[in-house]
């Protein structure tokens, strides 16, 4: 029965998709996070869906009205730079037939992100899209942490099978990079029930990163922590509620969490996590030797030999600076980083445009919680291989939008100069009226 309904679900979809490509980038969006079909058990489980949206999706866009261009943005160029650049090293690989495995699936998630960022033109757009991305990976989130209470947090929490966040660390720092938009939509929810379920959703998502058991997740929350504490006006407060919260969390996980937690410090004794420093070394090993990197795929025994790494198994990096620093050499992993630098001066540069203006507090709230976003997919990124994972990426597409807009005079630009600063709590926006989306 899932199949059917699945099924006729996304095949429904494709008549509105050819005559509206946003609803394409909608409906991708939310098989790409989602994946319903692998809560299936039939023929559905294993149907391109995703791809069979995107074909319809371009040849939509193909025949289409809309503007097509790509905005003139800094970020805009070193990101097409970047894949210019990976698209090279891929020819110059170790292994030049799995780096084009590799390739394909890099670009086919870049070439959907960037028809996103085309089609992307006004802020309720915007709010469309996140709230396909807060209900595709919530229900995951909230399904997790109702998971984690009732087993009282004694087994892992993944996500779906086949998917960029099967694994139980990158579902976690999947959420945590989430869970700022939920906080988004709860400080400017389209309806009031909206602001009712919220912090139930906040709270079962956190849960569900806490239940996921990943070490990794645990640091990215400690950063994220610590910068959130950094930019509250109420930092007292606060750190009471982040020891309230510990505490909580120390009390009720099982032995099988901290012992997880507590190898972090033994990094020595732990063979996981010896293998991924390996990987790194070799990541800098081949990034000194070769300006191209190793390219995609190129973890093997053969390669670590060849820079002198005797290991008996060869890992993946497990790091989005490690991962890019491999497939694409020291350059790769400069542009990579600019991007990055680029994106949270954006971010920054929206909060100081739209500082005084209650008709954008909205903007100014949703850079706002991007930047904890980054900050989560920085950190817990610091330890998994997502370097590529769409959701950072529509970030990106997020942030270059938002950037257009804030700098796009509305008619009410003069009296809103004049608003003097509202006080705020913690990083709560000023008080929203009503605005002109910029198109």
Known sequence: MRDVIITLVVFGM???????????????????????HRLAWGFAYNMPFAQIVAIVLLFSLLFSKEKKGLPANPLVVIWVLFLVWLSICSVFAFYPDLAYLQWVKVLKIQLITFVTLMLMRDFQRVNQLIWVIVFSI????????????????????????GSEIQENNALAVAILMVVPLMVYLRRFPPR?????????????????VIGSQSRGAVLAIL???????????????????????????????PQSWHDRVDSI?????????????RAWEYSIAVA????????????????????????????????????????????GLIMFLLI????WRQLHHVIKLTANDPERADYNFLARMIQISIVAFMAG?????LSYFDLAWHFMAITVTLHRMAKTPHENAGAAAQVSKLPRRGLRAPVRGKRVDAS
């Open 223 to 253: 950063a994220v922590g610590a910068y959130y504490w950094w930019k509250s006006n109420s930092k007292l407060v606060t750190s009471m509620v982040f020891v309230f919260l510990a505490t909580l969390t120390v009390m009720f996980m």
């Open 14 to 36: 494709l008549p509105f998709i050819l005559r509206y490509p946003w609803y394409g980038v909608l409906a991708w969006s939310w098989l790409s996070y989602m994946n319903p």
């Open 288 to 331: 000194n030797d070769r300006v191209t990197g190793g390219g995609f795929g190129s973890w093997s025994l053969e390669n670590y030999y060849r820079y002198g790494i005797y290991t008996e198994r060869a890992f993946v990096a497990h790091s989005i600076y490690f991962s890019v620093l491999n497939d694409g050499g020291w350059p």
């Open 381 to 385: 990124g610091a330890f998994l291989s």
């Open 192 to 208: 009031p029930w909206v602001r009712k379920i919220m912090p139930f959703c906040i709270f079962f998502s956190l849960a569900s």
């Open 138 to 161: 919530g229900f995951y989130s909230v399904k997790g942490g109702i998971f984690t209470f009732m087993t009282g947090g004694g087994y892992h929490v993944f996500g779906p099978a």
């Open 265 to 277: 410090a033994e990094y020595q004794d732990d063979s996981s996590s010896m293998g991924r420093i």
């Open 340 to 343: 990055l630098l680029l994106m």
